[in-house]
């Protein structure tokens, strides 16, 4: 069984993403309202991916992503974006997007694409 | 000699010894007759000495008998009038005449004028010498005053006239000139006695003189003052005026005459059509300002719209991520007792497509205007359009056929939003062609001048096409029902579509029409001959580059 970490301060939907990925067996998710909190968590709960928000208060996804990119027990994690941003000028950070193993997409997502492209990033990695 | 008559003037009291009055005799009657006429009468010898006056005649002039005994006639008369009494005298004596009339100025007694009008007769005797002169007095001092006040009256009038600015002017009621003023003179270069008498067909031109007897018709007329509009011409100018006409009458209330007077207009009416056509340009210019303001309006909602959209889009899709998940989660554990469910869950699942299609179509359609430009081949991007809709075209058998010109002169595009461009105005012909069985479609690309560029008000700038230009042209024409006419003007407005609720967000092509614009090109699309639409675009063909030279260095490499 798969660990995947989701970092979204959206509650409902965070709540529903993980019933809908814990219901097909295949994963274990940890959801994280709060940015803040989402390191700390990242570290004791060791995900094999990460499902990160980019509009958040606190911290957005794209710091998020700096961040564990400057910790190594964290870099090698896959990062999924999920964004309700619009137009692909808008997502912040350039750097994050070139630096690999990093995957943008748009929200409202199917979940049969969210896993497919949960499954890629993972078979990335292994 | 005065004297042996004194006594006779009290003649008439003499009465006869029956207490009947007593006739006189001969020289006697005569004498008496002379003495009580009521005509100032005097005599005089043919020298001009006073021989005899009649009562009448001292009443008139206040002297006594006694006083103008011994006077001459010129002792009598008013200095300035000596010379022609003397001529008078001289005229009677030595001349043929017997009788003559003038008019002449006594001195009265009292130092005052008297005018007379006077008949002077010459009695002669057997030989046909002059014994002596009668001369008869008619008073005519009122007369005369009366006749100076008026002529001094007629000399203001006319020195008023002559001093005018304006032309004045009197006719009879058959047209003749009766009196004109010194302008009149001035302005048509006749002196007053040529023009009096003659009617306007002797001095102006035939049709002026026309137009000047119809107006003066009217006045006559309608017997009121009226006011024309007239054209004259002066030296080889012709000159307009104003002319107040009305009628003049005589004392017993009888038109007798035309009276006019013309002001000079010409300068006025040359100002007045310079201001009007002033007036025109500027009422066109508030025009084009307004439609510009309109423009600019325009532009600053969709400005505000399109700050609004992308905020907007963020807010309303992550409710519509949560809802999809909610849709899958559904599908996959709800399939049970109830047969509604899965269409339920589908129709759910459509409305946050829709959803979310509608944030992406308002967001592209106010998203900012920054392009990325870079020379590009159309027909490369023709290409990467068609391998997009490759499969909608399949789908629905509908066969491409191109025509591309090769080479093309580069375009300077953003190629993304180009190629957005020409598989919205694809998948619209696929959709026009949907109904029917299959279709064709044709994409053709030509190089062209550019003809007959309408000027429009809001693209003023100098990368706007203009006539002349080098372009690159793609037309597509398929094979549908064309566009209803009705709705042709509209079809590029937002939110407007044909498509039944649901089915279109109404925003594709005025996005198309937005990106095109933002390119500087243009965007036409009418109904084809034989059915169907031809929808063309034109983008400026950027000139050719010039071919690279390699580069010198003068740094040599290590």
Known sequence: MKKILVVDDEIGFTRLLQMNLEKTGNYSVRVVNDSTKALEAARIFHPDLALLDIVMPGMDGGDLVAQMKNDPTLAKIPVIMLTALVGKNETSDDAVVQSGSLLMLGKPVRLSVLIQAIEEQLAAVS | MLGCYLGAVFWNSKRDSNGKTKLPRGSELYFHVFQQASIPTLICDPGGAIVEVNLAFTELLGYTNAQLAGKRVSEITHSSDLESHHGRLTQLINGGQDNVRAEKRYVRQDGSTVWGAISVSVAKDAQGRPVFMISQIRDITSERRTREKLLESEGR???????????????????????????????????????????????????????????????????????????????????????????????????????????????????????????????????????????????????????????????????????????????????????????????????????????????????????????????????????????????NSIELTNHLAEPLPDVLVDRVKIEQVLVNLIMNSIQAMKEQAGGSLQIKTSVQRLVNQEWDAGARTADHLRGGDAVVVIQITDSGPGIPVAILPKIFDPFFTTKPTGEGTGLGLSVVKKIVDLHRGLLTLENAVDGGVIITLTLRAQPHLMPATPKTSAIPLP
Request: hydrophobic share 40%.
């Open chain 2, 157 to 395: 009038m006319q020195a008023i006239l002559d001093n005018s600015e304006a032309i004045i002017y009197g006719k009879d009621l058959l047209g003749r000139y009766i009196l004109v003023n010194h302008q009149f003179e001035r302005i048509f270069g006749l002196t007053r006695d040529r023009v009096i008498g003659c009617s306007d067909a002797e001095i102006f031109p035939a049709a002026q003189a026309e137009v000047f007897a119809q107006n003066d018709q009217l006045v006559i007329q309608s017997a009121r003052g009226m006011q024309f509009e007239e054209e004259a011409a002066v030296g080889a100018e012709i000159r307009t005026y104003v002319s107040v006409k009305f009628p003049l009458r005589n004392i017993r209330g009888n038109m007798v005459a035309v009276c006019g007077i013309s002001t000079d207009i010409t300068e006025r009416k040359l100002h007045e059509r310079e201001l009007r056509t002033l007036n025109e340009q500027l009422v066109k210019t508030n025009n084009e300002l307004k439609e510009i303001q309109m423009q600019l309006i325009q532009a600053e909602k969709l400005e505000s719209v399109g700050r609004l959209a992308a905020g907007v889009a963020h807010e309303v899709k992550n409710p519509l991520a949560l809802l999809s998940l909610g849709v899958d989660y559904l599908e996959s554990s709800v399939a049970s007792e109830d047969p509604n469910i899965p269409f339920i869950l589908n129709d759910m699942r459509e409305a946050i497509t829709r959803a979310e299609k509608i944030i992406h179509g308002m967001v592209d359609f106010s998203s900012d205007r920054q392009l990325k430009l870079q020379r590009h081949d159309l027909n490369e991007i023709i290409r990467g359009a068609e391998t997009l809709v490759k499969h909608e075209l399949t789908r």
